[in-house]
């Protein structure tokens, strides 16, 4: 630890951090690789998910975290600090082969915490992390965060059944885990240093609320931005609409609109492959009996129906589903991530109360629903890769 | 049903017999499928071949259609070889329709190969016909060979294993034969036979015989090991008589009994029986001449709405006669549609 110890502090108290590298330092140096990133979006990032990796290197983004967890910068004077923080150790993360942008932005979050870092990468894909990397290695000036992510972040790519992944949970102080539930089980198996830490970022669907009286063309325009991300692949999508105490001629008139406003919103055509996957997704949809019908271009599938009727299927159909209230909160799928919101008024205690019978891991407004950040399915991981060692 | 079934496949045609028989079919479909008709609710006839309505061919992964009417008897189920680990299409076969699609099948098969009967090895293993109420792709590809075929035989051993070839039945086989016919799906005739280390007795005793090879199922498997249609031609033919062919048929599961040879000139060709259009995949628009997704359409299938099924494989409708001579609508097949990888959050 050659840095002094960095001190914050909030309502707990005075807290002291230490780091080898100074923070605001660190936060700045990804703040200013956007420069090289705004000229030019690498292979294979799509521009929405480049446009999404900028807009979360911002300063003020960056430092969330931080005065999340520690509270506000504090001046060097003052009184006696009541805890201090230290990376808990080496950390290693398993990114399956189609993990999104939630790779290579945990690679920067990760970053701020002063751990060293092992990534494992699919061994079958394209991966969106080693591509991250490789650009801010080569466009970071000599510093202190291109020497880290030189140094000390190891990302390979290998298989399942590769003899690595036991050493990198035999060397973890932390194991994340992004997979399926048995990838999961899978790596929680392997044998690991007493306190090792597993955070898992397992199989997980979101569901969209809107009250019919709250969804304008804003609001609409926001569920097709936040829906045309990942579609049904994303687990912060909506993978359903429900539009709370609505009718079934309100689910035709959003969808309507919806179909109105695509074109407006999406100004670029799907890949061929899946404008014809949604001709499919229509045809099931329309065949099982949803209300399907097709964004121009054949850019999306939209479904208005029931809870009762047969899943419909493509990655991007849509379904939405007018239900009380109560059908909205039992029909919740078990593996539920993200609740996204367009509500008249979500300050209202009553859907605190109503949280608290669900499994949600966020309730957040629909626009935010991709937002990532130091608390996600449930864990506040970002401070937990720190060791807290109290002082009084 | 049909009498354009009656003619020579690649004879003249008709084209308001076909337009008016797959009219009538649609409309048999809409009246006895419900899905179906919850797909097309407000078609009700089509005075041109691009009105017609088609099922799209991944909603045969998704759901079993049958058009259930007095005079269809259902039978078996046709599944596909879902080669690449995905869902398998399913596809209810009738007891007419299959009279049909076998008639049509040795019709276009006996045009390409001749109507000589010769013995029929058959790169699958038997152990694939016991599937009761089932019948994969391959078999019934294999099976629409056997009028032509004086004598079967599988040679795999293991059906999931190109390489456990049975050597000793071959070896009995070609000693009696001067002509024979051999069917595999495309990758499996590669593994098992043209890339394959044959015994030196085996490939001894196969000089000179006339043997023509029809293959089936695609290129994709071949594509990642970089063997193009050349390549598995000279090495099959290698050694054989001069008058060895290879034929290349392309056809779905989805459209049972309907072939597209390869011809000479490297063309696919429609039966009379049968039609191709080709779709902007972002529009559905018609095309002429431009790449797009073909739509297939026959009056065979009778017992489910597999009549016209709009595919994921891209290709371009060539207009003119072809110099190879047959007629019927001619086309190139230009491959499956890009797939890109899913990205999301590994759940999917």
Not at chain 1, 31 to 50: D, Q
Not at chain 1, 99 to 120: A, E, F, I, Q, Y
Not at chain 1, 211 to 231: H, K, M, N, P
Not at chain 2, 166 to 184: A, F, K, P, T
């Given at each position: 630890m050659s840095e002094r110890p960095q001190l914050f502090e909030d309502a707990s108290g005075r807290h002291a951090v230490l780091l080898p590298f100074r923070l605001d330092q660190r936060i700045g140096e990804w703040e200013g690789l956007r420069t090289a990133m705004i000229r030019r979006c690498p292979e294979p990032f799509s521009r929405e998910e480049w446009a999404y990796l900028v807009a979360f290197l911002d300063a003020a983004n960056l430092r969330a975290p931080v005065n999340g967890a520690f509270g506000l910068p504090a001046s060097q004077q003052g009184g006696a600090c009541t805890a201090a923080y230290r990376p808990r150790g080496p950390v290693a993360v398993w990114l399956p082969?189609?993990?999104?942008l939630l790779g290579p932005l945990m690679l920067v979050l990760l970053s701020l915490s002063g751990n060293s870092l092992r990534l494992k990468a699919g061994s079958q894909a394209t991966d969106l992390t080693a591509v991250f990397l490789e650009f801010a290695r080569q466009h970071l000036p000599a510093g202190p965060l291109g020497e880290y992510l030189g140094r000390q972040v190891r990302l390979e790519q290998f298989g399942r059944d590769d003899p690595r992944n036991a050493s990198m949970a035999a060397e973890a102080a932390a194991r994340i885990v992004f997979g399926s539930d048995e990838a999961v089980q899978a790596v929680e198996a392997l044998p690991h240093p007493v306190g090792s830490m597993l955070v898992a970022f397992s199989d997980h669907r979101s569901v969209a609320w809107i009250e019919s009286a709250a969804a304008g063309d804003e609001a609409l325009a926001s569920l097709i931005r936040v829906f045309t991300?990942?579609?049904?692949?994303?687990?912060?999508?909506?993978?359903q609409v429900v539009l709370l105490e609505g009718r079934p001629e309100d689910a035709l008139r959003i969808r309507d609109r919806l179909l109105d406003l695509w074109p407006r919103v999406v100004r670029h055509d799907p890949p061929a492959y899946l404008a014809s996957e949604n001709v499919m997704g229509r045809q099931h949809a329309a065949a099982v009996g949803w209300q399907a019908v097709l964004a121009p271009r054949n850019a999306a599938v939209l479904a208005a129906g029931a809870f009762d009727l047969p899943p419909p299927v493509g990655r991007l159909t849509l379904p939405i589903i007018p239900a009380p209230l109560a059908a909205a909160v039992a029909n919740l799928p078990a593996n539920l991530q993200t609740i996204g919101h367009v509500l008249e008024?979500?300050?209202?205690p009553a859907w605190l109360r109503l949280l608290a019978g669900t499994r949600a891991k966020r309730f957040v407004p629909l626009a935010a629903m991709h937002h990532f950040g130091p608390v996600w399915d449930g864990w506040e991981f970002w401070k937990q890769l720190f060791e807290v060692v109290p002082l009084c | 049903m049909s009498d354009l079934l009656h003619a020579q496949p690649f004879a003249p045609r008709d084209d308001a017999a076909f337009l008016r028989e797959i009219n009538v079919l649609s409309l048999r479909h809409l009246a006895g499928c419900e899905p179906y008709r919850r797909m097309w609710p407000d078609w009700s006839g089509a005075d041109s071949l691009d009105g017609i309505p088609f099922v799209h061919v991944g909603v045969f992964k998704h759901l079993l259609l049958r058009t259930t009417l007095p005079e269809v008897r259902h039978q078996r189920i046709l599944t596909s070889s879902?080669?690449?680990?995905a869902v398998p299409s399913r596809i209810a076969l009738d007891q007419q329709s299959s009279a049909l699609q076998s008639q049509s099948s040795l019709a276009i098969l006996r045009e390409m190969v001749g109507p000589q009967l010769r013995p029929l090895l058959v790169l699958d293993a038997a152990e694939s016909l016991r599937r009761p109420g089932e019948v994969s792709a391959r078999i019934a590809a294999a099976m629409s060979l056997r009028p032509l075929a004086s004598q079967i035989h599988?040679?795999?051993?293991?059906?999931?294993?190109?390489?456990?070839?049975e050597w000793d039945r071959l070896r009995e086989v070609i000693r009696g034969h001067d002509d024979l016919l051999v069917y595999g799906f495309t990758w499996i005739l590669w593994a098992a036979w043209g890339g394959a280390d044959l015994p030196a007795d085996v490939r001894s005793l196969l000089r000179g015989k006339r043997i023509h090879f029809v293959h089936s199922g695609g290129w994709k498997k071949l594509e990642e090991v970089r063997v193009d249609p050349e390549r598995l031609r000279a090495a099959l033919l290698e050694g054989l008589a001069p008058q060895s062919r290879v034929i290349d048929f392309y056809g779905l599961v989805e459209q049972i009994g309907i072939l597209y040879p390869l011809c000479e000139c490297g063309f696919r060709h429609a039966a009379g029986w049968a039609d191709v259009l080709v779709r902007d995949p972002w529009t559905l628009r018609p095309l002429i001449g431009e790449v797009g997704a073909l739509q297939l359409m026959n009056v065979l299938a009778l017992g489910a709405p597999y009549h016209s099924v709009l595919t994921e494989d891209l290709g371009r409708r060539v207009e003119g006669d072809c110099p190879c001579g047959r007629g019927g609508r001619r086309f190139e097949l230009l491959g499956r549609m890009a797939q890109a990888e899913t990205r999301g959050c590994a759940n999917v």
């Amino acid at each position: 630890m050659s840095e002094r110890p960095q001190l914050f502090e909030d309502a707990s108290g005075r807290h002291a951090v230490l780091l080898p590298f100074r923070l605001d330092q660190r936060i700045g140096e990804w703040e200013g690789l956007r420069t090289a990133m705004i000229r030019r979006c690498p292979e294979p990032f799509s521009r929405e998910e480049w446009a999404y990796l900028v807009a979360f290197l911002d300063a003020a983004n960056l430092r969330a975290p931080v005065n999340g967890a520690f509270g506000l910068p504090a001046s060097q004077q003052g009184g006696a600090c009541t805890a201090a923080y230290r990376p808990r150790g080496p950390v290693a993360v398993w990114l399956p082969s189609n993990v999104s942008l939630l790779g290579p932005l945990m690679l920067v979050l990760l970053s701020l915490s002063g751990n060293s870092l092992r990534l494992k990468a699919g061994s079958q894909a394209t991966d969106l992390t080693a591509v991250f990397l490789e650009f801010a290695r080569q466009h970071l000036p000599a510093g202190p965060l291109g020497e880290y992510l030189g140094r000390q972040v190891r990302l390979e790519q290998f298989g399942r059944d590769d003899p690595r992944n036991a050493s990198m949970a035999a060397e973890a102080a932390a194991r994340i885990v992004f997979g399926s539930d048995e990838a999961v089980q899978a790596v929680e198996a392997l044998p690991h240093p007493v306190g090792s830490m597993l955070v898992a970022f397992s199989d997980h669907r979101s569901v969209a609320w809107i009250e019919s009286a709250a969804a304008g063309d804003e609001a609409l325009a926001s569920l097709i931005r936040v829906f045309t991300i990942y579609g049904q692949a994303g687990c912060t999508s909506p993978s359903q609409v429900v539009l709370l105490e609505g009718r079934p001629e309100d689910a035709l008139r959003i969808r309507d609109r919806l179909l109105d406003l695509w074109p407006r919103v999406v100004r670029h055509d799907p890949p061929a492959y899946l404008a014809s996957e949604n001709v499919m997704g229509r045809q099931h949809a329309a065949a099982v009996g949803w209300q399907a019908v097709l964004a121009p271009r054949n850019a999306a599938v939209l479904a208005a129906g029931a809870f009762d009727l047969p899943p419909p299927v493509g990655r991007l159909t849509l379904p939405i589903i007018p239900a009380p209230l109560a059908a909205a909160v039992a029909n919740l799928p078990a593996n539920l991530q993200t609740i996204g919101h367009v509500l008249e008024h979500p300050e209202d205690p009553a859907w605190l109360r109503l949280l608290a019978g669900t499994r949600a891991k966020r309730f957040v407004p629909l626009a935010a629903m991709h937002h990532f950040g130091p608390v996600w399915d449930g864990w506040e991981f970002w401070k937990q890769l720190f060791e807290v060692v109290p002082l009084c | 049903m049909s009498d354009l079934l009656h003619a020579q496949p690649f004879a003249p045609r008709d084209d308001a017999a076909f337009l008016r028989e797959i009219n009538v079919l649609s409309l048999r479909h809409l009246a006895g499928c419900e899905p179906y008709r919850r797909m097309w609710p407000d078609w009700s006839g089509a005075d041109s071949l691009d009105g017609i309505p088609f099922v799209h061919v991944g909603v045969f992964k998704h759901l079993l259609l049958r058009t259930t009417l007095p005079e269809v008897r259902h039978q078996r189920i046709l599944t596909s070889s879902a080669t690449s680990g995905a869902v398998p299409s399913r596809i209810a076969l009738d007891q007419q329709s299959s009279a049909l699609q076998s008639q049509s099948s040795l019709a276009i098969l006996r045009e390409m190969v001749g109507p000589q009967l010769r013995p029929l090895l058959v790169l699958d293993a038997a152990e694939s016909l016991r599937r009761p109420g089932e019948v994969s792709a391959r078999i019934a590809a294999a099976m629409s060979l056997r009028p032509l075929a004086s004598q079967i035989h599988f040679l795999l051993a293991d059906a999931g294993d190109p390489r456990s070839v049975e050597w000793d039945r071959l070896r009995e086989v070609i000693r009696g034969h001067d002509d024979l016919l051999v069917y595999g799906f495309t990758w499996i005739l590669w593994a098992a036979w043209g890339g394959a280390d044959l015994p030196a007795d085996v490939r001894s005793l196969l000089r000179g015989k006339r043997i023509h090879f029809v293959h089936s199922g695609g290129w994709k498997k071949l594509e990642e090991v970089r063997v193009d249609p050349e390549r598995l031609r000279a090495a099959l033919l290698e050694g054989l008589a001069p008058q060895s062919r290879v034929i290349d048929f392309y056809g779905l599961v989805e459209q049972i009994g309907i072939l597209y040879p390869l011809c000479e000139c490297g063309f696919r060709h429609a039966a009379g029986w049968a039609d191709v259009l080709v779709r902007d995949p972002w529009t559905l628009r018609p095309l002429i001449g431009e790449v797009g997704a073909l739509q297939l359409m026959n009056v065979l299938a009778l017992g489910a709405p597999y009549h016209s099924v709009l595919t994921e494989d891209l290709g371009r409708r060539v207009e003119g006669d072809c110099p190879c001579g047959r007629g019927g609508r001619r086309f190139e097949l230009l491959g499956r549609m890009a797939q890109a990888e899913t990205r999301g959050c590994a759940n999917v």
